[in-house]
């Protein structure tokens, strides 16, 4: 049984650049939450989708947007990157919210 | 605000050397608390889910415990491969009957041999 899949594992951008993100759920899970994790620090939420719309998002700009596909597989986006965009970026699917099965995470570096 | 708080921040223990982690939290409407284990570079791997306080759950050496305030993992006679950090989440509902998962800042655990 698939877990979930985060793709691509590495990735290394430049300040002002755009990045894409994919998750794909486990199986049999339709809800995705992103978050965001700082060296040293816990996870942040940045938001959650369900049946293709952004259900609530945390304390995160608009330079940080998704979009969940009609599979449950879903994609972040950060726009007009910063080094302080540099991080670990998990994402988590749910069935009902409970639950969370989370992927190894896309490691930005923003350069 | 919800908030979650987790301590100590760092700990180091000998092998075989029991103690117990600390997740307290200040919450609105608790709908349930998740102990996740994440190695470096990795993502958070699922341990226990407790729902009411008075709830325990054991597996191996780790043992979770909930309280109105607190939780606690209890690890007994650790080994060298317990050495990991130890996340805390508390699961709080949103507007619209949804939940979302909102975690602690981790306690890094070393166990030496």
């Known amino acids: 049984d698939a877990g979930v899949t985060q793709s691509p594992t590495h990735l290394i951008k430049t300040r002002g650049q755009q990045v894409t993100l994919r998750c794909s759920p486990k199986?049999?899970?339709?809800?995705v939450s992103w978050y965001q994790q700082a060296l040293g620090q816990g996870p942040q939420f940045i938001f959650q989708?369900?049946?293709?719309?952004?259900?609530q998002r945390g304390n995160f700009p608009d330079r940080f947007s998704g979009h969940q596909f009609p599979n449950y597989s879903s994609e972040l986006n950060v726009n007009a990157l910063l080094l302080g965009d540099s991080a670990l970026y998990l994402c988590?699917?749910?069935?009902?919210?409970?639950?969370?099965?989370f992927g190894s995470g896309t490691r930005l570096t923003v350069v | 605000e919800d908030q979650v708080t987790q301590s100590p921040e760092a700990l180091r223990l000998q092998e075989g050397e029991s103690s117990s982690l600390n997740c307290s939290y200040t919450v609105s409407g608790l709908r349930g608390l998740f102990w996740y284990r994440q190695d470096p570079g990795k993502g958070p791997e699922f341990l226990f889910t407790l729902y009411s306080a008075g709830e325990e759950k054991e597996k191996e050496r780790l043992k979770a415990t909930l309280t109105k305030k607190e939780s606690f993992l209890h690890i007994t006679a650790p080994k060298p491969e317990d050495s990991a950090t130890y996340l805390c989440a508390v699961l709080l509902p949103f507007s619209g009957g949804y939940n979302k998962l909102i975690f602690g800042a981790g306690t890094r655990l070393a166990v030496h041999p």
């Open positions: 988590a699917s749910s069935f009902t919210g409970d639950g969370y099965t």
């Open positions: 989708y369900y049946e293709e719309e952004e259900r």
């Open positions: 199986s049999g899970h339709d809800t």
